[in-house]
């Protein structure tokens, strides 16, 4: 029986894919973001090992309020980094309806991560930066897994989502918003490319863990901000 890591649920999400969603929190991630606001997750010892019958009892007990368009969102943490177990939930999750959605920042491709990306039906990806020396320099490893998964979605015609978290000072310029522009240019299933402000409610965790993010003392992005950067990046890829 496959078993995984699981860090937490959240029940009635509304922001990791269409419609109401029930989120399942894997546990570990090799990425070290300086503004995740769930460095909690980043062990891949912690969390809670479970079976794969276990998280599909948790689902389909939410079942009755995902509607027409909700489902089932697989995050982390980094789900790939558990990819045969996300492949198997989602499988099982395909065969009885249920809509899935895998919110990742990639993983080089392997017959697993290609097996997890080919039976979710939405793949949510998170673009840290189109520069490679900015991506390390945020994530301290490259973004070869991040291309290939872009890669991968669009060989595939996979739907795809594009996320991105803007910081102030960091990669609020126009030219990293057309940069971004240009990493999707020609994707054939982008269904959505957003923007989403950074903010601060991370912060308390890494204090908890005796750590300090570098973004500690950077303020939440505004709206106002955001908004300008946002159309920017509509625009470019409409052209």
């Known amino acids: ?29 090799p990425l070290r973001c300086g503004y995740c606001h769930n460095p909690d997750t980043w ?24 509607g027409k368009q909700g489902g089932v969102t697989f995050s982390g943490g980094e789900p ?16 009885e309806g249920i809509h899935t959605a895998l919110d990742t920042a990639g993983l080089p491709l392997s017959p697993a991560v290609e097996r997890a990306l ?6 949510i990806l998170d673009v840290k930066h189109a520069d490679p020396a900015r991506y390390r320099e945020l994530t301290g490893v490259d ?22 978290v ?11 918003v057309r940069a ?18 950074y903010h601060t409610m991370g912060c308390g965790k890494w204090q908890a863990l005796g750590c300090i993010s570098p973004f500690a003392g950077t303020p939440p992005m505004t709206a106002e901000k955001l908004g300008p950067l946002q159309q920017i990046l509509d625009e470019a890829l409409c052209q």
């Open 1 to 29: 029986m496959t078993t995984g890591r699981i860090h937490s649920y959240e029940t009635l999400g509304g922001l990791d894919g269409p419609g109401m969603r029930l989120v399942v929190f894997l546990q570990g991630c």
């Open 43 to 66: 062990d891949v010892h912690g969390g809670t090992e479970t079976t794969a019958d276990e998280v599909m009892r948790r689902i389909r007990r939410s079942r009755p309020y995902f």
């Open 80 to 95: 790939l980094l558990q990819a045969e177990f996300v492949a198997e939930l989602a499988a099982v999750c395909a065969s």
């Open 118 to 123: 080919s039976v979710c039906q939405l793949v």
């Open 143 to 164: 973004g070869r897994g991040m291309r290939e998964v872009l890669d991968y979605t669009a060989r595939a015609r996979k739907p795809t989502w594009i996320r991105q």
């Open 166 to 176: 803007v910081v102030p000072g960091w990669n609020d310029r126009p030219e990293d």
């Open 180 to 197: 971004l522009a240009a990493l999707l240019a020609g994707h054939p299933c982008c269904e959505r490319a957003e923007l989403l402000p």
